[in-house]
């Protein structure tokens, strides 16, 4: 692809992340704090608020799933928030438990939760650079 061919990219649309039961799926989910956008549950999908943005995160039905972790290394999708170890905290008392205690990370501190089938999400702050961050 030449230069004047190349893509632009403008930014996301969704993070689709493949789930084995809808209703399960939104449950774990509205649980973590998220809130549904929509659901469609004759096509086998919803959508997750991620902030203010229009993107955010789309659960997707695929049958074939199940309840397991996918046998491959789940990708980590991060989402920022204002203080990661107080949504430890939220996760603990919602019955999610992270995966690891908050762990530093270079703007902040972080943690992880992982969904019943394997999917990863990072829940991260700006402590120690906000001005990077949102807010």
């Known amino acids: 692809m030449s230069d004047d061919e190349s893509c632009d990219l403008l930014g996301f649309d969704n993070v689709l992340l493949p789930v084995g039961d809808l209703g399960e799926a939104v449950g774990f989910y509205e649980r973590a704090g998220f809130t549904v956008a929509f659901r469609f549950d004759e096509g086998g999908i919803a ?3 991620v902030g203010g943005e229009t993107p955010g995160i789309l659960l997707r039905q695929e049958e074939a799933l199940g309840r397991r972790p996918p046998p491959w290394p789940s990708p980590r999708v991060w989402l ?34 992982a969904d019943p089938w394997g999917n990863v999400l990072g829940f991260t702050d700006y402590s120690k650079r906000p001005e990077l961050g949102r807010r």
């Open 47 to 49: 959508l997750l608020k």
């Open 80 to 113: 920022e928030v204002s203080d990661a170890r107080a949504a430890a905290g939220r996760l603990t008392a919602a019955g999610i438990a992270p995966l690891d205690a908050p762990f530093s990370v270079a703007t902040g501190w972080t943690v992880e939760v």
